[in-house]
């Protein structure tokens, strides 16, 4: 008699935890921008098009473009929906994912401080940090503490990791933080600013654009960082599905062929 009472209860139990478990998983799904994304028909993405070459808005065609860009389609291609470029900038991108301006963002730096706010899918690039300059200054300007002197002017953007970075390497330098849509390499083309600091990736295409700059002959390029879709952080169903995707699409070498399009 007992042990079937406490079968019975088992049964039961048993039966809750289940029941819970469809209800709360059905409950997670619902709220999910997945599944939001999939009924309005519309994946918005927020990107700055001023990072060459992962996004870069065509001033000829008012039209974005690049790698993340070309990322962005393809999964609105495999997921069956629309995609919505929405305008965003550096120092309020994790900002415009809270409000729910746009369901996730192009390439950004995986670091703790938007970590503690946002959540990051899985990496499927990473870049360092490198100082640039005028070529006319590369005598003066040969390692990370030549840049850190008084007098030295140091251009960052706003809101970026960089920006971070140059605070820290360079406390004896005269940071200058350019808003967007302006950018730090502009200050150093106007001769405003002696160096400028960004990522290698993009350091290489400014100095193939512009013939007078040059990268600033360091050991090595400092704080490796990833770069990942910014996502919002409470959303696990869409952050498991977007890195679902990220694997599907390097095991068939689609990150192989954006980089070869891109970054050469």
């Known amino acids: 008699m007992f042990k079937g009472k406490k079968t019975s209860r088992l049964a039961a139990f048993s039966a809750f935890l289940v029941l819970t478990s469809a209800l709360w998983t059905g409950m997670t799904h619902a709220s999910s921008k997945l ?25 000829a065609t008012n039209q974005y473009q690049g790698f993340d860009i070309d990322l962005a389609r393809e999964l609105a291609k495999d997921m069956g929906v629309e995609l919505k470029l929405v305008p965003a900038d550096w120092k309020t991108l994790v900002n415009g994912l809270k409000a729910n301006k746009y369901d996730m963002t192009t390439s950004a730096s995986k670091n703790m401080k938007r970590a503690t706010v946002a959540g990051f ?59 967007a849509p302006a950018r730090d390499f502009q200050e150093l083309l106007s001769g405003r600013s002696e160096v400028a600091v960004t990522s290698n990736l993009e350091a290489r295409k400014l100095v193939a654009k512009y013939p007078n700059l040059a990268i600033v002959p360091v050991s090595k390029p400092r704080k490796a960082k990833q770069l990942s879709i910014m996502l919002p952080q409470d959303d696990q169903v869409w952050i498991n599905y977007i890195n679902h995707w990220i694997e599907m699409k390097e095991t068939q070498g689609f990150f192989d062929q954006l980089e070869d399009k891109w970054m050469q």
């Open 121 to 179: 899918s899985d990496s499927y690039f990473s870049v360092g940090t490198v100082p640039v300059t005028q070529k006319k200054y590369l005598d003066k300007y040969r390692h990370w503490s030549d840049i850190n002197q008084s007098g030295v002017r140091v251009a960052v953007t706003l809101g970026t990791v960089f920006e971070q970075e140059a605070r820290e390497y360079f406390p004896d330098a005269t940071i200058r933080t350019v808003e």
């Open 35 to 59: 599944q939001s994304i999939l009924k309005s028909g519309e994946l918005r993405v927020g990107t700055t098009g001023d990072w060459d070459p992962m996004t870069v808005r065509n001033p």
